[in-house]
Structure formats: structure tokens, C-alpha cells
């Protein structure tokens, strides 16, 4: 089942010391790219949190952010780093002063105590710690889940859309083969034509003619090319209907998909097939943009 890399999940989980809400975003990427936003006193868990995140992930750019707020007597511990809001209030008024406007106090003041730790927070016993990084945990095991949920509905839709485009380009090789059988009379008419130009020479030369209908034969065949596009498109979908499926396989079969049109476009020498090929390559860049997007 294909999963897409684009996702989203948000879990929020309450004690009685604690309330932390976990949101998680994904991108694509070739890689797997995660930030985090963790606040300060949970720092030393950002390696296990990255753990978790990578072992669920795979593969994408993620964000991961994390808030909390203290809660019940938890919350009475917190005091005011007075010194950093000193800080924060005499930088933000010097900037104000260098920008030539005076700034209202009791504003600075309150942007000061946005900023970051403003608050400090007594540190907490080992066992209360212990149980709250079981709270910070849980969240992200929630949210992860949530986010891979809804790669797997993005994947599905992506998954559907494939077979849409895939059944596309069938239509239009379908269309090409009925083109195919209109061309055999004109190709036929030309090869003729040469074929009488060259016995009608006095320098006549049967091994050049035999040279010529060959390199005519071989121009102007696409059989080759037809039948092996038609096979891809079956292993495309078979590939996408498989447990295993993943973006690089489908798009290594998307280029071979495109190199059997290309030939098909550069043979057949003819403008109806050359409007269809057009169209086929159309539908294959779809493909070949979702597969960016595939895990």
C-alpha cells in the first residue's frame, strides 16, 4: 500500500502536573529531515523523541513541535527569570530608541515576557520527570499515529490517481496501435517508391537496396515499442498493488515508461501518433510528480 509523505497529526494528553500537545508535520524529501521544537527542560529527550519520529517516518522533511504547560501544583513552581526579561526589556527599548519612536512600557514589558524562557521552573523530583516524559511519550505516539493515518488516506488518493493515468496512456497506446494500421499503407507507398527509384537506376546496386529496406523497416516499426510499453504499464500496476510499493520503484518505471513513448514518437513518422504520443507524456509527467511524493 503506498503511503504518501505529505501528513499531519496532532495529540494533546493531560496529567494532574502537566497538559503537552504534540503536532507533527511532513513534507516530502529524499531523505528523512526532522526539527524539532522542544522546550528547554525536555531537551535531553530530543534524541529519543528523533528516534521515534525516524522509526515511524521513513522518509520526508518533519516538523515536530512540541508545547506544555504546567498544571495544578506543578504550575506554582514556575518564577520569572527576572534578569533575561531586564535583558529583553532594555534590548527591545534601545531598538525602539535606534528606530526613532518611543515605545509604551507596559507594552515592551509584555512582549519581554513572551519571549523565550522567561519562566523558570524549580526542578522537578526524578520520578515526576520520569512520569511526565510517559506523558510527552504518549502524545507523540498519538500524533505519529495520526500523521501516519493520514499518509495512508494521501497514499490511497495518490494510489488512484495512478491507475487513472495509467489507464489514460493504455487509451491512447490503444489509439496509437488503430493510428499504426492507417500509416502501414503510406510507409508501404513510400518504401515502394524508393524501392522503384533504385531499381530504375542504371547504377543499381543490390546491396544498398537491401541496406535501404532494412533501415526502412527498422525506422519505421514500432511494434517493439508498443508491446514493451504495454508491458510497463502492467508492471506499474502491479508494482502499485504490491506490499512492497515505494516512490523510487515507481518512478524507475515511469522513466522506462517514458522511453518506450519517446521511441514510439521518433519512429512512427507520423502526425496523428505524434498527437497522441504528446498526450501519453502529458499524463506520464503527472505520474512522474506524485512519485515525488510517495514514500
Not at 531523505?31 to 528523533?50: A, G, Q, V
Not at 503527472?286 to 511524493?293: D, G, R, S, V
Request: charged letters at 30%.
Amino acid at each position: 500500500m503506498l503511503k504518501s509523505m505529505t501528513g499531519y497529526g496532532v495529540a494533546t494528553v493531560e496529567s494532574d502536573t502537566l497538559t503537552i500537545t504534540v503536532e507533527i508535520k511532513t513534507l516530502n524529501s529524499k531523505f528523512l529531515d526532522i526539527y524539532c521544537r522542544i522546550p528547554k527542560n525536555y531537551s535531553e529527550r530530543e534524541i529519543e523523541i528523533r528516534n521515534m519520529l525516524t522509526q515511524a517516518l521513513e522518509r520526508g522533511k518533519v516538523e515536530c513541535t512540541l508545547t506544555f504547560q504546567q498544571t495544578g501544583e506543578a504550575a506554582g513552581t514556575s518564577v520569572v527569570n527576572r534578569p533575561l526579561v531586564k535583558a529583553y526589556f532594555n534590548d527591545l527599548k534601545q531598538t525602539a530608541s535606534e528606530l526613532a519612536f518611543e515605545p509604551d512600557p507596559t507594552e515592551l514589558l509584555r512582549i519581554a515576557l513572551q519571549l523565550p524562557n522567561v519562566y523558570n521552573s524549580d526542578v522537578a523530583n526524578e520520578e515526576r520527570r520520569e512520569q511526565e516524559w510517559g506523558i510527552i511519550r504518549q502524545a507523540v505516539t498519538e500524533a505519529l499515529q495520526k500523521c501516519n493515518n493520514f499518509r495512508q488516506q494521501e497514499g490511497e488518493l495518490t494510489a488512484n490517481k495512478f491507475k487513472e493515468y495509467i489507464e489514460t496512456i493504455r487509451t491512447l497506446l490503444d489509439q496509437v496501435q488503430e493510428q499504426d494500421v492507417l500509416r502501414i499503407p503510406a510507409v508501404r507507398e513510400r518504401l515502394e517508391k524508393n524501392v522503384r527509384d533504385l531499381l530504375s537506376d542504371e547504377n543499381f546496386d543490390p546491396n544498398r537496396f537491401e541496406q535501404e529496406l532494412i533501415y526502412y523497416i527498422e525506422k519505421y516499426d514500432i511494434s517493439e515499442e508498443k508491446m514493451r510499453l504495454s508491458n510497463h504499464l502492467s508492471y506499474f500496476i502491479e508494482t502499485l498493488n504490491a506490499s512492497d510499493s515505494n516512490g523510487k520503484k515507481l518512478n524507475f518505471i515511469a522513466q522506462e515508461i517514458g522511453r518506450e513513448i519517446n521511441t514510439i514518437g521518433s519512429k512512427a513518422n507520423d502526425a496523428g501518433i505524434q498527437r497522441l504520443v504528446v498526450q501519453m507524456k502529458d499524463e506520464l509527467e503527472k505520474i512522474k510528480e506524485q512519485t515525488l511524493n510517495v514514500i
